[in-house]
């Protein structure tokens, strides 16, 4: 079982340049989430969306733009890399959130490091 | 005041000892709670949720207090594979919409030595 999938694992950045990170889920989930783990900082939340054609924003959404075209896939884009921006990077999905308690399932994350 | 705070850690227990974690949320309207449990450099993964009635699996007791906005982990007879950190998650929102979302605490770094 593929699960939720995240390309690519590793990644090294100049300063300025652009990328776009790939989640793929294989769990018709409808919610899907970027987050960056940082030392001391835990995981915070970048965007999410709710279903195909939706996304929002989340605690750290600045520098980032993300898409959900199709269920399955969640993009996150770098426009322009920042040092700032060098994190581990996790995708993860979800049924609804709604009234009942729903595992989030993670990718493997994905290490972007900015110079 | 951070919307979901545990524990500083780290915590150093030896094998066989029991340890409780804790953790308290800001939001009154949070709707789920979870303990996720995250290995050095993997993803997080689920260890168990959090029920109003407290629920246990195995070594592991996991207790809510809505009232209190607090949630607790006890690991009994901790075993060397227990050494991970353990992360506090609450869903925050109401149903649908666009406010649900998981909110991760920092979490608490465990380290069980023989």
């Known amino acids: 079982n593929a699960g939720v999938t995240q390309t690519p694992k590793f990644r090294v950045l100049k300063t300025g340049q652009s990328m776009t990170l790939l989640c793929a889920q294989d769990?018709?989930?409808?919610?899907m989430y970027w987050y960056r783990q940082d030392p001391g900082m835990g995981l915070r939340l970048i965007h999410y969306?709710?279903?195909?054609?939706?996304?929002a924003k989340g605690e750290v959404p600045d520098g980032y733009n993300v898409s959900r075209l199709k269920k399955q896939n969640f993009l996150l884009g770098l426009e322009s890399a920042a040092p700032s921006q060098t994190s581990v990077y996790f995708c993860?999905?979800?049924?609804?959130?709604?009234?009942?308690?729903?595992?989030?399932?993670f990718g493997q994350g994905t290490r972007l490091t900015v110079v | 005041r951070k919307e979901v705070e545990q524990d500083p850690g780290p915590f150093n227990v030896p094998e066989g000892a029991t340890v409780a974690f804790n953790c308290t949320y800001s939001?009154?309207?949070?709707?789920?709670f979870f303990w996720y449990r995250q290995d050095c450099r993997k993803e997080p993964k689920l260890l168990m949720s959090?029920?109003?009635s407290g629920n246990e699996d195995g070594r592991f007791t996991a207790q809510l207090n809505r009232a209190s906005q607090y949630i607790s982990l006890l690991i009994r007879d901790s075993k060397l594979s227990d050494s991970a950190t353990y992360l506090c998650v609450v869903n925050r929102g109401s149903y649908g919409g666009s406010q649900g979302n998981l909110i991760f605490g920092k979490g608490t770094k465990l380290s069980v030595k023989p």
């Open positions: 969306s709710v279903g195909e054609g939706t996304t």
């Open positions: 959090v029920y109003s």
């Open positions: 769990m018709n989930h409808e919610y």
């Open positions: 993860a999905s979800s049924y609804s959130l709604g009234q009942g308690d729903t595992e989030a399932f």
């Open positions: 939001n009154s309207a949070s709707q789920s």
